[in-house]
């Protein structure tokens, strides 16, 4: 078997997914269209059926993004009740741009963490060390 720590790069998470790219190689693309995963990299073949980064991207976008956009939009209507047009003309296009705009990038970032930190199901007796990690390997505790 081939071991990563020694035949790739060690590439942080945030870089390569913010970009977009594979967290392996750093080359490839991550991303087929706007949201959806690609089968794997075209530059280094490292398949992306590790990653499921599930509903991790919605909740940091909804907490992050969407709720101080509707914060703003009731204060504003609170405190200055404007026309209809100029709530559609504020409050729609910051709720998209905070809404949509972060998806990719975060989505990006989880997935490339999940293959950096080994993410799987939980085993409770095996020595972990991320990949590219140049420190100890950590071994679980003994009862």
């Known amino acids: 078997m081939v071991d990563p720590?020694?035949?790739w790069?060690?590439?942080?998470p945030v870089q390569t997914g913010i970009r977009g790219r594979c967290p392996r190689c750093g080359e490839g693309r991550l991303f087929d269209g706007l949201?959806?995963?690609?089968?794997?990299?075209?530059?280094?073949?490292?398949?992306?059926?590790?990653?499921?980064p599930a509903d991790g991207p919605a909740f940091f976008v909804?907490?992050?993004g969407c709720v101080p956009a509707v914060t703003?939009?009731?204060?504003?209507?609170?405190?200055?009740s404007p026309a209809l047009w100029v709530q559609l003309c504020t409050s729609v296009?910051?709720?998209?741009?905070?809404?949509?705009?972060?998806?990719?990038?975060?989505k990006g970032w989880l997935v490339c963490s999940q293959y950096f930190f080994k993410a799987g199901e939980g085993r409770i007796s095996r020595?972990?060390?991320?990949?590219?990690?140049?420190?100890?390997?950590?071994?679980?505790?003994?009862?």
């Not at 703003?72 to 200055?80: P, S």
């Open 5 to 7: 720590a020694t035949d």
């Open 35 to 52: 949201l959806k995963l690609r089968s794997g990299c075209d530059q280094c073949g490292l398949s992306y059926d590790f990653a499921d």
């Open 93 to 106: 296009p910051l709720l998209l741009i905070t809404c949509i705009a972060p998806l990719r990038p975060l």
């Open 9 to 12: 790069p060690r590439l942080e």
């Open 127 to 143: 020595p972990w060390r991320p990949y590219g990690a140049n420190g100890p390997i950590v071994h679980p505790r003994q009862p």
């Open 72 to 80: 703003f939009a009731l204060m504003l209507e609170i405190w200055f």
């Open 62 to 64: 909804i907490c992050f």
